[in-house]
């Protein structure tokens, strides 16, 4: 089975400053998708960033990047140049690769603040 | 294009009644997820379907039970409702069972009294 720690349970950052959110997993599986999620007030959770396990470079999409140590089983989001918007909950989930459904296994979260 | 929409967006059950959630996937998407999250925790996965037949169960009681229509909407039935069934429930749809690519709805917060 695999499981996601999140254990950071809230943090807070000035408006265009950079945040780093981690998260640490467990799993027997060599070949595995990682993923942060969003989930604002509106209930709603957006992807924000996903990562193939097989792949050595690490994910970028605009303002959010990851460091995906697979050995260590590490796997944090970077946001840089934080906005109003980009308050919320984050989740960092675990999917398998080429399993028999698209599972997502997700941690605790952590509530994200920024600060004007 | 609409998204994954769900419906009721609230309600509120009394202990050991029955509730029925529905959700209608992105328009192509063949696969519907349903995931609960409790407050202050993140989503536990509870059943996914493709094509009307189950393709993966969590570790909930038998008094959760699913199905799949074929214009691929789903219903989710929760039996004999405990206070601890209390949560967002969540819907995902996807192009079939191996995307990686899940949209979610905005979710039925449900409230056992």
């Known amino acids: 089975a695999q499981t996601v720690t999140q254990s950071q349970p809230e943090m807070s950052v000035q408006e265009a400053e950079t945040v780093t959110l981690s998260c640490t997993y467990d799993?027997?599986?060599?070949?595995?998708?990682l993923f942060w999620y969003k989930q604002p007030p509106s209930r709603q959770m957006i992807l924000v960033i996903r990562?193939?396990?097989?792949?050595?470079q690490n994910a970028t999409e605009n303002r959010f990047s990851v460091n995906f140590q697979k050995a260590a089983k590490s796997f944090s989001l970077k946001i840089s140049d934080s906005q109003l918007g980009d308050t919320a909950m984050y989740f960092c989930?675990?999917?398998?690769?080429?399993?028999?459904?698209?599972?997502?296994?997700f941690g605790k979260g952590i509530t994200l603040s920024v600060r004007p | 294009d609409a998204g994954v929409t769900q419906s009721p967006t609230h309600l509120i059950k009394t202990r050991g009644q029955q509730v029925t959630l529905r959700c209608s996937p992105i328009s192509g998407h063949k696969s519907v997820s349903w995931y609960q999250q409790v407050l202050g925790q993140g989503p536990q996965f509870i059943f996914q379907?493709?094509?009307?037949?189950?393709?993966g169960r969590g570790n909930f009681p038998d008094r959760f039970s699913a199905r799949q229509f074929p214009n691929y909407s789903s219903e989710l039935n929760v039996n004999a409702l405990l206070l601890g069934d209390s949560a967002l429930y969540l819907c995902a749809s996807s192009r079939d069972p191996r995307d990686t690519e899940a949209f979610f709805g905005q979710g039925t917060r449900l409230t056992v009294v």
């Open positions: 379907y493709y094509e009307k037949e189950e393709r």
């Open positions: 990562q193939e396990a097989y792949k050595q």
């Open positions: 989930a675990f999917m398998k690769h080429a399993g028999a459904n698209s599972k997502l296994t």
């Open positions: 799993t027997s599986e060599n070949n595995y998708y």
